[in-house]
């Protein structure tokens, strides 16, 4: 059967962890080894000094009980040690949880080119993390985070560019700051936290300005694969003055904020989450089958699809019983429950999107057995489905989110793979161009054909 240019792009054998996006802000370059290059102090370059403490109209900490008012000295500042806070080791996390009454998904991804932040007359070399969120089915948050360790194990944050969304377009970039030109970078782990210390995660008032109190440290708390000892518990400050509880954990980092109802906690994080051997066959028939019944519900082929909703059904009864992680049991559960009432009562969109539902969870199940390359490759074909679901609806608020979503995972798939595999993304991404100027024109059938062209499937007049 023919490979289509989607399939061929994004089906990569890399052993890369994570991929690279273009910054406009900072030129991008390769990670390197740090060793032979001289130590970055912040001290005596021409940064932007924070705000004054008596400009904070807030009820900050004293500056005796802050921890962070010292000059880092950073010369591996990629090589991030810190366990509280493991980024350069943390390829993609998935958290989940609720915002305003709909569900919140979170994807954090490691990016496998590093930014250059210029402070006063050198510069220090950072991580480049990838952080998108979603509410219900569309993009609410994008960000691209930079990070550094300091020679004492601490972790720096030197600024984000964020680009929040309404309907699918971007809304506005507030929330955007940069290291020494917005305010100074920003301690956002200790090297050692102990009960009391106060640092600021964010520190360029009135831009951004967040400052943490350590509260709890040495604690268990539950993780995707069991206990996990050495957790810290923070209280933060918002700069509307509002207090928030965050969990931070060995081997994820941030695991859990807000609480019920508005709250964000770990669902799954990899390597730390990973699995030996190979995706599971009933895992497997879990994906698989969602796709199949994509296409079966298009067809009109009922009696086919209540038969592998059936099996579906079965494939998960069995999965199960082996250790699941526990926030995304209930959503798959939920999915296949929505599989099997749309296909008895014969709904083609409804069999669709809740074929898409199921293709999620079982993407972010997989993703402990296999490379987050390769399961980003396939989350592309996922927001390709969920396109063909909003075209058909006319939606084109949903429309638009799903092509931001596409652009985004093809940033994290950027520079990885062979010559070849670039080109084909690169294809890929020119006739994501295409599908955007047929929705401006309000041709959603033609959106229809391209994205089922990507996919490799049939138009089927459904």
Sequence with gaps: MRRNAFSRAMVLASAALSAACSDPSTPTVPTTQLASEPSVSLRGSSCRPPTPDNQIPLPIAPPSKRIDLFTPVFSRSTSVTNPLFPISNLSQAILVGAADGEPLRIETTLMPKTLRVRVGNGSVETLASQFVAYVGRRIHEYALDRYAQADDGSVWYFGEDVFNYEDGEIADTEGTWLACKDGPAAMIMAANPRVGDVFRTENAFPIVFEEVTVQIVGQTVQGPRGPVTGAVTMQEMHMDGSLEKKVFAPGYGEFGSGAFPDFEAMALAVPTDALPGGTPSDLRALTSGARRLFQLAAKHDWGAASQLASGMNAAWGRQKTNHVPPLLEPLMTAALTDVTQSVSQQRIAETHQAAVDVLRVGLDLELQFRSRVE?????????????????????????????????????????????????????????????GAAVKRGDFKRVVERARRLLDEPDEDD
């Design 375 to 435: 399961i980003d490759g396939e989350r592309l074909d996922l927001w390709l489905r969920q396109l063909v679901i909003d075209a058909k609806a006319h939606d084109s608020a949903g429309i638009a989110s799903d092509l931001a979503i596409l652009k985004w995972i093809l940033d994290r798939l950027d520079n990885v793979g062979s010559n070849e595999a670039q080109r084909d993304a690169h294809d890929v991404a020119q006739q994501l161009s295409g599908i």
